[in-house]
T-cell receptor, first 113, second 114 residues
Framework: KAGVTQTPRYLIKTRGQQVTLSCSPISGHRSVSWYQQTPGQGLQFLFEYFSETQRNKGNFPGRFSGRQFSNSRSEMNVSTLELGDSALYLC???FGQGPGKLFFGSGTQLSVL | QKEVEQNSGPLSVPEGAIASLNCTYSDRVSQSFFWYRQYSGKSPELIMSIYSNGDKEDGRFTAQLNKASQYVSLLIRDSQPSDSATYLCAVNREDGGSQGNLIFGKGTKLSVKP
């Protein structure tokens, strides 16, 4: 069974630009969550989608948004990039039977210059 | 008070020793607890879950939970250099619900010396 696939693996952007990250979950998994990981803050929850609906959202500004498609694939968008958005963005999928048992993708390393 | 606290380490143990990783959490209603391992440059992977007080063993790994003390730990017996990684404790604040209720600690870096 294929794992969680995230693209692209690396991104370099400049301040003010926007970026879209993509995530394909494990086949059969209906829940997709997004996390931001930085050395200082650790893993921070961004949002979760389940059956195309946002189920929960973390404490991030509205510049961070996402969506999920009918095939469970998900995208995350960050608009008006700031230097502080530089981080590893991880997508995780789960079957949907409650929190905790997450399968993470390899992540997208975003650098904002 | 931070919701999930871990000693950042690094925790250094010799090969073959027992590594003990600790985690405390602040929310008394927390229901389920998880340990993830993250190798440098890689993504986290789930290694243990525990839901009730006591010990849960899986191979060389033992998770221990004490809800009264709001404390969860991970013991790694016969530590190997391949166990060198950052270990993340994750706590679910309520039963069921979304992944938004899952709070991660910042992790403890473990180094196993040959």
């Amino acid at each position: 069974k294929a794992g969680v696939t995230q693209t692209p693996r690396y991104l370099i952007k400049t301040r003010g630009q926007q970026v879209t990250l993509s995530c394909s979950p494990i086949s059969g998994h209906r829940s997709v969550s997004w996390y931001q990981q930085t050395p200082g803050q650790g893993l921070q929850f961004l949002f979760e989608y389940f059956s195309e609906t946002q189920r929960n959202k973390g404490n991030f500004p509205g510049r961070f948004s996402g969506r999920q498609f009918s095939n469970s694939r998900s995208e995350m968008n960050v608009s008006t990039l700031e230097l502080g958005d530089s981080a590893l963005y991880l997508c995780a999928s789960s079957f949907g039977q409650g929190p905790g048992k997450l399968f993470f993708g390899s992540g997208t390393q975003l650098s904002v210059l | 008070q931070k919701e999930v606290e871990q000693n950042s380490g690094p925790l250094s143990v010799p090969e073959g020793a027992i590594a003990s990783l600790n985690c405390t959490y602040s929310d008394r209603v927390s229901q389920s607890f998880f340990w993830y391992r993250q190798y440098s440059g890689k993504s986290p992977e789930l290694i243990m879950s525990i839901y009730s007080n006591g010990d849960k063993e899986d191979g060389r790994f033992t998770a221990q939970l004490n809800k009264a003390s709001q404390y969860v730990s991970l013991l790694i017996r016969d530590s190997q250099p391949s166990d060198s990684a950052t270990y993340l404790c994750a706590v679910n604040r309520e039963d069921g619900g979304s992944q938004g209720n899952l709070i991660f600690g910042k992790g403890t870096k473990l180094s196993v010396k040959p």
